[in-house]
């Protein structure tokens, strides 16, 4: 069992950054892949960014890539998500997720997941 704690969200001007970040608790998070989504207000969950156990492969929506960074620290259980050049479209609440069975970090549907944070809140003020 895996508890996801995300933080770092808040109010952002267009072209700004932001680095969230998503603490885990309890076993197994050194075995997991991990990804973050985001909702956007009327719209369904998307996939942002995954990132396999050990760091070693990374993988990013067309919408994000080369703007934003996924990393972790797995002597820390935390996992980031770097933020740069934020649009106003990148509104959203941004959710941590961990894969507790090994699949690609291509697998990129939520129903892949079974572990969830609670989010943090992500708004373009443009």
């Known amino acids: 069992q895996v508890q996801l704690v995300e933080s770092g969200g808040g109010l952002v001007q267009a072209g700004g950054s932001l680095r969230l970040s998503c603490a885990a608790s309890g076993r197994g998070f050194r075995t997991y892949a991990m990804a973050w989504f985001r909702q956007a207000p009327g719209k369904e969950r998307e996939f942002v960014a995954a990132i396999s156990w050990s760091g070693g492969s990374t993988y990013y929506a067309d919408s994000v890539k080369g703007r934003f960074t996924i990393s972790r620290d797995n002597a820390k259980n935390t996992v980031y998500l770097q933020m740069n050049s934020l649009r106003p479209e990148d509104t959203a609440v941004y959710y941590c997720?961990?894969?507790?069975?090994?699949?690609?970090?291509?697998?990129?549907?939520?129903?892949?997941?079974?572990?969830w944070g609670q989010g943090t809140q992500v708004t373009d003020t443009s």
């Open positions: 997720a961990a894969r507790s069975y090994p699949s690609s970090v291509r697998n990129c549907s939520d129903r892949t997941y079974d572990y």
